[in-house]
Every structure is written in C-alpha cells, then in structure tokens.
C-alpha cells in the first residue's frame, strides 16, 4: 500500500509502492522479507515484551504468523490453567476448546468489550479465577445453549 507523505506531494500511483512509506509523520524505508520475498507494508510498534515500544517493520504474512503464534500461547496458557480438557466430554484438542461463562453472564463481558484475546488476557491478569468460567469443547458449548 502506498502512502503519500505529509503534505501531499508528487507520486506515481503505477509504482507498486513508493520509496518511502510514512507511519504517524515518522518515514520508514520498506524492505524485503527474506522468507515471503515481498516489500514490507506493515509497520507496527511493539507493546509488551522484550522489544516493547520499538517500531517493527514485517510483510503481512510474516505479521500474520506472529499474530497467530501470540494468540495459541494465550489461549494453552488459559486451556491449562482451567484444566487442560472439555469438562463434559474430556476433548483435548486445543483447536476444539472454548471458555464458558457457567453463570451465563457473557453478555456482560461482550459489552464491556472483553473477547477473545482480551478477555483471556483480563482472566490471566486475575489469576485465572476458577469460579463463573470452565472449559468446554465447541459442542458441548452449543448444546448447553
């Protein structure tokens, strides 16, 4: 994707992308992916971690496995703390697994904007409560209705 820098400027838009992309008024020179051979597009600054608020430089796809690596290690870290397997059916498959809320008050968390990614990560900053919250395959989460 091509970005004109600040104040406008002269470009040609039948380049593939310009020399130069601008992220918050601050340049950054794309380059390669050694992996995918693509030009760089995405510019993101860390926020947590050891490399926290530098300014990274990927492809897309190299972001897109990071992303996915990132989420899996939140939600084995949340499947183990709240026993590892489905409670009705003892499934083990991560990819199969979700929280339920046993009190039925997941609409509360919806609208507080808490899902996915983020409620996992409010639970990890309580301590993985072990009331109001289990374990539960997509099925058997289903048919409790």
């Known amino acids: ?71 899996l290690k939140v939600k084995l870290a949340l499947i183990e703390a709240y026993g590892g397997k489905c409670t009705c059916c003892l499934e083990t498959e991560p990819r199969f697994l979700t929280l339920d809320h046993t009190n039925g008050n997941g609409k509360e968390h919806r609208n507080l904007g808490l899902r996915g990614w983020r409620l996992y990560q409010w639970l ?13 395959c997509y099925n058997c989460n289903c048919s409790k209705g």
């Open 1 to 71: 994707m091509c970005v004109l820098p600040p104040g406008g400027g002269d470009h040609d838009q039948t380049k593939p992308y310009a020399k130069v992309w601008y992220n918050n008024g601050m340049a950054i020179k794309p380059h390669t992916c050694k992996i995918h051979g693509q030009t760089t597009a995405y510019v993101y600054v860390v926020k947590q971690g050891t490399h926290k608020g530098e300014t990274l430089v990927k492809c897309r796809p190299c972001r897109s496995e990071d992303v996915k690596r990132d989420w």
């Open 124 to 136: 990890a900053k309580k301590g993985y409560p072990k009331d109001g919250y289990q374990i539960l």
